[in-house]
């Protein structure tokens, strides 16, 4: 029982990124349906293990009520200047609620099947201390599902408030970052990439399809 306080102890705080347009869905990506299941309670479901405790960055109702317990917080910048609002709105949530942690893991809402192992790989791979730690796989990099040191907050308000792209990877080119690479997860359909995301009405489609082919999967 100590061991497993200790653990969770060490997790850090969580803010799923849900504050998006969504305007190739045509909808709030928090509210679909995949598996019976809203995305929202799915990445809930998925993180809970993984996380000391979750908040969800949220700019409009999405329509359908929220799971309890987990705070509803809004991007501190106006206008949904992209990504990286709602990543600074995690930076400020967790330096609030959680002032002995000393980064924030973010996980967007449209990616269901991120890795289990997501927290503890990250974490793991902080060399220094101070690092971003940022998930790849496949090659290519996942730069929301990322453990961001709090210490950089005041840096990421004022790039958002000048710099004109506020591209993610742009960010966190500024500071000392850590590649974690994840493998495909095997199934009898093919390798799938644990970092799908849904973005439209047919990859919600393709969602359904690698859930049923999962269901006797260890993913």
Same mark, same amino acid.
């Given at each position: 029982?100590?061991?497993?306080?200790a653990?969770?102890k060490r997790r850090?705080?969580?803010?799923?990124?849900a504050g998006?347009?969504s305007?190739?869905?045509?909808?709030?990506?928090?509210?679909?349906?995949?598996g019976?299941?809203?995305?929202?309670?799915?990445v809930?479901?998925?993180l809970?293990?993984q996380a000391?405790?979750?908040?969800v960055n949220?700019?409009?109702?999405p329509?359908?009520?929220?799971?309890s317990g !987990?705070?509803?917080?809004?991007?501190?910048?106006?206008?949904?200047?992209g990504?990286?609002?709602?990543?600074?709105?995690?930076?400020r !949530?967790a330096s609030?609620v959680?002032?002995?942690?000393?980064?924030?893991l973010t996980?967007?809402?449209?990616?269901?099947?991120?890795?289990?192992?997501?927290?503890a790989?990250?974490?793991? *791979?902080?060399?220094?201390?101070?690092?971003?730690?940022?998930?790849w796989?496949?090659?290519?990099m !996942?730069p929301?599902?990322?453990?961001?040191?709090?210490?950089i907050?005041?840096?990421? &308000?004022?790039?958002i408030?000048?710099?004109?792209k506020?591209r993610v990877r742009?960010?966190?080119?500024? !500071?000392?970052?850590?590649?974690? &690479?994840?493998p495909?997860v095997?199934?009898?359909?093919?390798?799938?990439?644990?970092f799908?995301?849904?973005n439209t009405?047919?990859q919600?489609?393709e *969602?359904?399809?690698?859930?049923?082919r999962?269901?006797?999967?260890?993913?």
């Open positions: 029982m100590a061991g497993n306080a653990a969770a850090p705080p969580a803010v799923i990124l998006g347009r305007s190739r869905m045509g909808r709030a990506k928090a509210a679909v349906v995949l019976g299941q809203t995305m929202l309670a799915r809930v479901e998925r809970s293990p000391a405790s979750i908040a949220l700019n409009a109702d329509g359908f009520a929220l799971p !987990h705070p509803v917080i809004a991007d501190t910048i106006p206008g949904l200047p990504p990286l609002a709602g990543v600074l709105a995690a930076m !949530h609030q959680a002032p002995e942690a000393s980064h924030v996980v967007p809402i449209d990616t269901p099947f991120f890795p289990t192992t997501l927290t790989r990250l974490q793991g *791979a902080l060399i220094v201390g101070n690092e971003i730690g940022v998930a796989s496949a090659g290519e !996942h929301l599902f990322a453990l961001w040191p709090l210490a907050a005041d840096d990421l &308000d004022g790039w408030r000048t710099d004109e506020r742009a960010f966190i080119a500024r !500071h000392p970052s850590v590649a974690v &690479d994840f495909t095997t199934t009898k359909a093919g390798s799938l990439d644990p799908f995301n849904i009405p047919q919600l489609v *969602a359904e399809e690698w859930l049923n999962l269901e006797d999967s260890a993913l």
